[in-house]
C-alpha cells in the first residue's frame, strides 16, 4: 500500500515538475543557440547592434569650424557692419 502511493506520488512529481522544467531548460536552450548561431554569424556585423553592445569605437569628435558656410559668413558680415556702424556713430 505504502509503495502504490510512493509511486503515484513520485508519479504526480514527475508530471507536474521535472517534465514542465525540463521543456522550459530545453525551449530555453534552443533560444540560447539560435542567438548565438544568430550573433556569430549575422547580428555581429549590423552597426547598431555593435553600438548597442559596444564593440563600435567611437570616433574622436572634430571641433567645427568657426566659419562653417555662407549663412554664418553671410550674418558674420552683418554683424561687422553693425559694429562699424555703432563705433562711427559713437566718435
Known amino acids: 500500500m505504502a509503495g502504490a502511493a510512493l509511486a ?4 504526480l512529481v514527475v508530471i507536474f515538475v ?6 522550459f531548460v530545453f525551449v530555453l ?8 548561431v544568430a550573433w556569430r554569424t ?7 547592434v555593435q553600438e548597442i553592445a559596444g564593440l563600435r569605437r567611437k570616433k574622436p569628435v572634430k571641433p567645427k569650424p568657426l566659419y ?3 549663412i554664418s559668413n553671410f550674418y ?5 557692419t553693425k559694429l562699424e556702424g555703432t563705433s562711427s556713430e559713437d566718435r
Open 76 to 80: 558674420n558680415s552683418l554683424r561687422n
Open 68 to 70: 562653417r558656410g555662407r
Open 42 to 48: 549575422v547580428l555581429v556585423h549590423v552597426p547598431l
Open 29 to 36: 536552450s534552443i533560444i540560447v543557440l539560435s542567438w548565438y
Open 18 to 23: 521535472f517534465r514542465p522544467l525540463l521543456a
Open 8 to 11: 503515484a506520488a513520485w508519479e
